[in-house]
């Protein structure tokens, strides 16, 4: 180990890969521990200048602030990047070999190591995700399952709310009694599931009402609360991108390319990087849109509709979204707030 310059770390529950290259590049090292305190003694062990490579995964975040308290440079790669690297069929000691050749790529990213705090920010988010995708299951299942019995509902959940309690307590309608039951229970899952998402909702809101860098990203138009605090739970480092355009990007709201000499071909959204917080930008420039007034004289509305006109109301809130994140990397980096100026022949400014 001491003729190694850079470690690299299949992580698992209990089994570790370790494989050191040297400054050439060659692999000089190669062990497999089997706990996960023989692993912890050989990272307390590793020399100051050593750098650790992991890819993204269970634990990974944990790992790497361990090190970097010891001192040790660390860097989390993407797994679906490390995954380009591997030769040879997918083995803990090929995906260690995996991650050291991703480490030599210089066009991969690392994830940033996440605090503790944020990691806490990051579970309330996917809780509350993952709450709303069972409700949404629960709703569809209560839809078909009427459905089969001729009974059409419309979507949205005043539907649900209002009009299954009226099927239900109907006696004209062709219901089996085992039926009504089974939805009755269903119907109070989903309102159980809706409690749930309204009191992680509530914990967010009242998260960014005390951060100060949440208030100020909420001044952009289609930035609420949850965008909000899922971007600074995600800790993008808004630093390490050249430019806006870039940042954008790294979410995937741009085209995807199909190009090859001189014949430039763009597709539709790459949907690259970060599908959540893509999927909250993109639902926040849609309430913007749905909120637009027509007879508006503000140059901001004026744009967004004839973004609308000519290219569509989905495609107008992709590029709006695309917008706002690039206004919140100017944000992320300095003490100003966003404020529109209308009529005065600015489209906006920022001020501190």
Same mark, same amino acid.
């Given at each position: ?12 529950? @209990? ?5 050191? +290259?040297?400054?050439?590049? $060659?692999?000089?090292?190669?062990? &497999? /521990? ?12 590793? %020399? ?6 992991? *890819? ?21 790669? %993407? ?32 994830? =940033? ?11 309330? $988010?996917?809780? @509350?995700?993952?709450?709303?995708? &069972? &409700? ?20 949205? *959940? ?10 239900? +307590? ?5 219901? =089996?009694?085992?039926?009504? *039951? ?22 967010? *809101? ?9 208030? #100020? ?9 949850? /965008?909000?605090?899922? !971007? ?5 480092? %808004?630093? #390490?991108?050249?430019?806006? #355009? ?11 390319? $199909? ?34 007034? =027509?007879?508006?004289?503000? %140059? ?22 695309? &917008?706002?994140?690039? /206004?919140?990397?100017? !944000? ?6 966003? @404020?529109?100026? =209308?009529?005065?022949? @600015?489209?906006?400014?920022?001020? $501190?």
């Amino acid at each position: 180990m001491s003729a190694c310059t850079t470690v690299a770390v299949d992580l698992a529950k @209990r089994v570790f890969q370790v494989a050191g +290259e040297d400054t050439l590049g $060659h692999v000089i090292f190669e062990a &497999r /521990i089997k706990s996960r305190e023989t692993f912890q003694v050989f990272l307390h062990k590793l %020399p100051v200048n050593v750098t650790v490579l992991v *890819e993204t995964g269970p634990g990974a975040q944990a790992w790497a602030r361990l090190l970097q308290m010891q001192g040790n440079p660390v860097r989390i790669l %993407p797994a679906q990047h490390v995954a380009k690297h591997r030769s040879g069929p997918k083995n803990d000691r090929n995906d260690a070999l995996a991650i050291l050749r991703a480490g030599r790529d210089c066009r991969i990213s690392a994830v =940033p190591v996440k605090s503790a705090a944020a990691l806490a920010m990051q579970a309330l $988010h996917r809780a @509350r995700r993952g709450y709303i995708r &069972r &409700r949404t299951a629960v709703s569809n299942q209560v839809r078909g399952l009427l459905l089969e019995q001729g009974v059409a509902l419309a979507q949205g *959940e005043m539907a649900i709310s209002q009009l299954v309690p009226r099927i239900l +307590e109907d006696a004209t309608q062709p219901l =089996p009694d085992l039926l009504r *039951e089974l939805i009755a229970e269903l119907l109070g899952e989903w309102g159980q599931l809706g409690d749930r998402v309204n009191a992680l909702t509530g914990r967010l *809101e009242t998260a960014a009402k005390e951060s100060e860098t949440a208030k #100020r990203l909420m001044t952009v138009r289609g930035v609420g609360p949850i /965008i909000a605090t899922a !971007l600074l739970a995600k800790q993008t480092e %808004p630093e #390490r991108f050249a430019s806006a #355009r870039q940042f954008a990007a790294y979410f995937g709201l741009v085209p995807s390319q $199909h190009s090859s000499a001189e014949k430039v071909r763009l597709g539709k959204m790459c949907k690259h990087g970060d599908a959540y917080l893509r999927s909250l930008a993109i639902q926040g420039a849609h309430a913007v849109l749905r909120q637009l007034r =027509p007879d508006s004289e503000q %140059p901001d509305d004026q744009r967004l509709q004839r973004w609308i006109s000519r290219l569509g109301r989905k495609e107008a809130a992709v590029r709006l979204a695309n &917008r706002n994140l690039r /206004i919140l990397w100017v !944000l992320l980096q300095n003490d100003q707030t966003y @404020r529109r100026q =209308p009529g005065n022949g @600015r489209e906006a400014a920022m001020s $501190h």
